[in-house]
């Protein structure tokens, strides 16, 4: 079966611009996280869809991020205006499992590697 | 205050013998489940196994365990019989199922770790 698609693979911006990532999880997949991964840290969650109603996003900074889930399919995460913080590789994640559950494995995709100059 | 802490930020193995990469976690809470991903340098994480914390016995797949020390919490990865294809990062993951939040996955920072011929 394909996997988590992301893309673009890279993105080099300067810094105020805006810049949008796409994510299609798994065919089937309920759940979808974004993550934020900096280099030489672990992923940190910023937002957590079930379907296309969000979950959890109380560690995304709203007032630069936001993220949507049109269909309860495919997520575009948006950072407008964007600071030299954030760069950072933005992974994709997502789950057959309905969120709240312990053993809920996450399928990743290969993340956007977004560098802010 | 840290969640999951992974203390050897790397390690270098001889093909063919047992490498443990170390975990301890933090929780107050009486369910929960404990994780390990690996992240190659393609940026994708791979899923490695799950132990939940009413599991009695640790849990394996394949050439990899998971050493739960439920007391210490601790929750060491050892793989048996490294290969060159193991050489990646390792991420220790908890999700807390008790406090009645979203169950978030929280990730600790990795370690790296390199196989040697």
């Known amino acids: 079966e394909a996997g988590v698609a992301q893309s673009p693979r890279y993105k080099i911006i300067e810094k105020r611009q805006s810049v949008a990532f796409w994510c299609n999880p798994i065919s089937g997949h309920a759940t979808l996280y974004w993550y934020q991964q900096i280099l030489g840290q672990g992923p940190k969650l910023l937002i957590q869809f079930q379907n296309n109603g969000v979950v959890d996003d109380s560690q995304l900074p709203k007032d630069r991020f936001s993220a949507e889930r049109l269909k309860g399919v495919d997520s575009t995460l948006k950072i407008q205006p964007a600071k030299l913080e954030d760069s950072a590789v933005y992974l994709c994640?997502?789950?057959?499992?309905?969120?709240?559950?312990?053993?809920?494995?996450?399928?990743f995709g290969s993340g956007t590697q977004l560098s802010v100059l | 205050a840290q969640k999951i802490t992974q203390t050897q930020p790397g390690m270098f193995v001889q093909e063919k013998e047992a490498v443990t990469l170390d975990c301890t976690y933090d929780t107050s809470d009486q369910s929960y489940g404990l994780f390990w991903y690996k992240q190659p340098s393609s940026g994708e994480m791979i899923f490695l196994i799950y132990?939940?914390?009413?599991?009695?016995q640790n849990a394996t797949e394949g050439r990899y365990s998971l050493n739960f020390q439920k007391a210490r919490k601790s929750a060491n990865l050892v793989i048996s019989a490294s290969q060159l294809g193991d050489s990646a990062m390792y991420f220790c993951?908890?999700?807390?199922?008790?406090?009645?939040?979203?169950?978030?996955?929280?990730f600790g920072r990795g370690t790296s770790l390199i196989v040697h011929p």
């Open positions: 994640a997502s789950s057959l499992d309905p969120a709240g559950i312990l053993y809920e494995k996450l399928f």
């Open positions: 132990q939940g914390s009413y599991d009695e």
């Open positions: 993951a908890m999700r807390e199922g008790a406090s009645g939040g979203s169950y978030i996955p929280t």
